[in-house]
């Protein structure tokens, strides 16, 4: 079993190889598998590299090397991360739409030069949708920003390259992830994890959005657990299952508060600064997703806001303990 995962030093992505590492096997398709290799692709070289893995520092917008690399791992399993974030996207078209829509493309044209048929995991976005505060699973897609947009526009390439049998393809809806570690990103919801992380290190955050605001967010571990069930799943080629919207919670930006002040954060540290690009990107997206398929399928979701930011300061401590041995 050959696994590629583009994004591959991306913080969802290192934390999925980092568990398939530690598995050395993995249920495709209702079926079990050991593990041979695992490849990363990225644009940027990796500073910690996991072991065990072997990376790949180039752009899937050259297709040249794209296809070369494809038919050299000659991957089983895909799971494409890849993509310029929400306000990149929206700040430079181009550069949103070559990575997002063409690059996904040029890998979707190697796989399907493949003499076995790949699975294909495409994470889409809750950006898919604008202006409706419930989503169900019949909700058609109307982004309102150029990465929903392209989002939907992957989405509907992984189904067609499905349905013409080039690939086992399954588009699947993440919520905003929360809450990551590291430095802000160019993501719109960025500031989700920015006004958590930052006060519990002590340091100022920058909230650009009103405290009523409600998102639908999930956890990294839920995520990471959510596209290893997505790829353990029986139903590729199925139409009722091409595009999956992923489990989630919904919560206001003063209750992601509420929660760091509980585990000891400081809300001084947060300043409110609206910013309309921001504002008019994530107001858009819904407030609450009824993941009925999802749930059917045994996705699973996070309990509450407390346990997240929980989860967060624990791995943290435990990240910091391990630096100091």
Not at 3 to 23: D, M, S, Y
Not at 247 to 274: F, H, N, R, Y
Request: overall charge negative; aromatic content about 6%; proline content about 4%.
């Amino acid at each position: 079993m050959n696994i590629l995962i583009t994004g591959g030093l991306g913080f969802i992505a290192t934390k999925l190889i980092t568990e398939l590492v530690k598995e050395k096997k993995l249920v495709v398709a209702g079926k079990c598998h050991v593990i041979e290799s695992i490849h990363a692709l990225d644009i940027f070289s990796p500073d910690n590299a996991v072991m065990d893995v072997t990376y790949h520092h180039h752009s899937l917008t050259d297709a040249k090397l794209t296809t070369s690399l494809i038919e050299k791992i000659k991957p089983d399993v895909v799971i494409h991360l890849a993509a310029v974030v929400s306000s990149a996207a929206e700040a430079d078209f181009d550069l949103g739409v070559n990575v997002n829509i063409e690059a996904t493309r040029y890998l979707l044209d190697a796989c399907r030069n493949l003499d076995k048929t790949p699975h294909f995991i495409f994470a889409s976005s809750v950006a898919v949708f604008s202006g409706v505060k419930c989503v169900t699973d019949s909700t058609t897609p109307m982004p309102s920003s150029t990465y929903g947009m392209t989002k939907v526009i992957g989405e509907y390439l992984v189904h067609e390259y499905s349905r013409k049998g080039f690939i086992h393809g399954l588009a699947v809806r993440l919520p905003t992830i929360a809450v990551r570690p590291g430095k802000p990103n160019l993501a719109a919801s960025s500031f989700v994890s920015s006004i958590i992380r930052e006060p519990l290190n002590g340091e100022k955050a920058v909230c650009p959005v009103d405290k009523d605001l409600s998102l639908w967010i999930s956890s990294p571990n839920r995520v990471v657990k959510n596209l290893l069930h997505a790829i353990s799943l029986d139903i590729v080629n199925n139409p009722i299952y091409q595009t999956i919207n992923l489990p989630g919670i919904s919560v206001t930006v003063e209750q992601m508060i509420a929660s760091l002040v509980s585990c000891k954060g400081d809300a001084g540290l947060i300043e409110w600064e609206e910013n309309l690009n921001i504002k008019n990107i994530v107001s858009q997206w819904p407030e609450k997703m009824l993941t009925n398929i999802a749930n059917e399928l045994d996705f699973e979701q996070d309990n509450c806001i407390d346990d997240i930011v929980k989860q967060y300061v624990d791995e943290e401590k435990l990240i910091n303990k391990a630096a100091t041995v």
